[in-house]
């Protein structure tokens, strides 16, 4: 309970900062300009304040249901998928991050973004096999499917980042994201309603919802940042 709300407080900070950073890119960018990805910084940092709202929003629902129920392993599970928007926040304000730096330090900004994905793949694969309730073998095979499908996503965004309009990639740049963020909120409900139900879906579920959108976004920023 405790950690929920840690967790909620930490995402509440951090919609502040994305909110304090969008307020500053659209003052000093009030038009896009033409050549500049000011677009995708500006869509990045309203859907990470988003999902920092709805994740603290979840956390806080989590913690108050474990200190009244008695059922801790459905408090751990709520937890777990609130906790996917903590990922989820957290790669696309790297993700604006690595944009706005790409000019200045275009090879060190992918490392970084390259290495905080790889801690977030790593942290993300630990949780499944360690914190869910199906056999070890069936939260491997999960997290494994779930970064398999995640490369293959990730290498077509960074294809069409250098080939397809701005004006049609910027949506089909956060629409993993934007899904990602919707569906853990509808899946947190229904699982608050039926709480010991679809326990091994439950792990399927987190693992994709982490994988898909953390590398569809880093095959975006790559492929933005050498177009």
Known sequence: ??????????LAALGGVSITVLTLVLTLNPKPAEGTLS??????????????FIGAHLMAEA??????????????????????????????????????????IKLVSV???????????????YTATSRFEPEDSEAKKATLWAIGIG??????????ASRLFEEYFLLASFLMPLISIAFSFFYFVWI????????????????????????????????LVFR
């Open 151 to 160: 490369v293959v996503l990730g290498i077509l965004m960074f294809w069409a």
């Open 111 to 125: 490392l970084i973004f390259l290495f905080v994905l790889t801690v977030t793949l790593s942290w993300m694969c």
């Open 192 to 223: 608050l309603k039926c709480g010991n139900e679809g326990q091994k879906l439950n792990v399927w579920f987190y693992s994709f919802a982490i994988a898909l959108p953390c590398i569809s976004l880093f095959g975006t920023g790559v492929g």
């Open 1 to 10: 309970m405790k950690l929920s709300e840690l967790y909620a407080n930490f």
């Open 39 to 52: 677009r995708f910084w500006v869509a990045a940092l309203f859907l990470a304040t988003i999902s920092c």
């Open 63 to 104: 913690a108050a249901f474990t200190s009244k129920s008695k059922e801790s392993r459905v408090g751990l599970r709520l937890s777990l998928l609130a906790s996917i928007n903590i990922y989820v926040a957290a790669m696309l304000i790297i993700f604006t991050i690595v944009l706005l730096t790409a000019e200045h």
